[in-house]
């Protein structure tokens, strides 16, 4: 995830397991009985499993081997949980110049369903260590950073395959290219065609302009990133509050009613550059960010693992994974 505050966003766009019965949950998060849903048991142990996959790849970073055979295991693992998956290949240049060849991965349940839900992530990695002191021009291996939305979603995706799925249609878009942003060391990056150019979050700008279904539409859509390190906080987004205040008290409300209010943390935080304002602005989708948000880190807002070597598997904590992907599970299966 490379991002950046939403105050500079202002600015930018003045330029340019077993199953159980459970009662469903209203908006105010309270629980009521006028009807029962089952909604499938979110397994961390797994989620943990995919993130580990991931991560012996090796980096994931656009052009190089490992992130063509992740991409490849993605769409085979997808495919194996019964979704009609899309693989969207396109190719976009970097700020540094060198050509990325992409792909967003799109797997879609219930696809004549006119109601949609959409779920997203990036399963690209930062190809620069940046914010560490030495080997700041090496990848990162992105456990948490595109790892754990990722690992999040396949789960999803898992139960969604193997249980009664919920009466609405969901798409669970993989983005590509996020976190080729600048290195820190650029000071004035470069302009495309004379206009400032925002070099992060590529394949959710490139889907919002070309979705996989011609005049695409969801109700509402969740973004998964940085959502496996162990104690983190998730704030009410600015940007997501700014575009999609009612998903955010949908989604906070879920949680407390399940018993995660030290994950989902009732106040706001600043708005940060991330897909989904991409999603928004372009694709006209109300779409929240689920992102970790420490206003006591000197790494921008993230937790210090933030784009450097400590983003690996000994950040990745299972009881956070619980509660991220149980909070979805709930709210796609209580639509």
Same mark, same amino acid.
């Given at each position: ?64 081997? #490992? ?21 969207? +290949? ?45 080997? $700041? ?88 990133d940085m959502v496996g390190a162990k104690n983190a906080k998730f704030h009410k987004e600015g ?10 008290? $949908? ?34 989708? #109300? ?7 420490? #206003? +006591? ?11 450097? $070597? ?26």
């Open positions: 995830m490379g991002k950046v505050c939403l105050c500079l966003i202002f600015v930018w766009c003045v330029i340019l397991g077993c199953e159980s019965s459970k009662k469903s949950i209203d908006q105010s998060g309270s629980k009521h009985s006028l009807k029962t849903i089952t909604v499938p048991s979110f397994d961390s142990d797994s989620a943990y499993f995919f993130i580990q996959k991931q991560v012996d790849f090796g980096p994931r970073v656009p052009n190089t081997d #490992p992130h063509k055979i992740c991409g490849a295991y993605l769409v085979a693992k997808l495919k194996s949980y019964g979704a009609q998956v899309t693989e969207q +290949n396109f190719s976009e240049q970097a700020y540094d110049g060198t050509m990325l060849y992409l792909k967003n991965i799109i797997a879609s349940y219930n696809p004549k369903a006119k109601k949609r839900i959409l779920l997203a992530a990036h399963w690209d990695t930062r190809p620069f260590a940046d914010k560490d002191f030495e080997g $700041r021009y090496e990848p990162i291996d992105g456990a948490n950073d595109g790892g754990s939305g990722v690992g999040v979603l396949l789960e999803v995706a898992r139960n969604i395959g193997k249980n009664d799925r919920p009466d609405i249609g969901v798409d669970i878009i993989l983005f590509d290219g996020e976190d080729y942003g600048e290195h820190v060391d650029v000071k004035d990056p470069p302009r495309k065609n004379g206009l400032v150019q925002i070099w992060w979050s590529l394949g959710s700008q490139y889907w919002a302009k070309n979705p996989h279904v011609p005049k695409y539409s969801a109700y509402y859509g969740i973004l998964l940007g997501s509050m700014q575009f999609a205040p009612k998903v955010v008290d $949908r989604v906070w409300n879920t949680a407390r009613s399940l018993g995660y209010s030290n994950y989902f943390i009732n106040t706001n935080s600043p708005g940060i550059m991330d897909d989904h304002i991409f999603v928004n602005r372009d694709a006209k989708i #109300p779409m929240v960010d689920i992102v970790e948000f420490d #206003p +006591n880190s000197p790494s921008y807002y993230f937790g210090d693992y933030h784009h450097t $070597r400590k983003d690996n598997m000994s950040i990745i904590n299972k009881q956070t994974l619980q509660a991220v992907g149980e909070t979805v599970l709930y709210t796609i299966y209580n639509e």
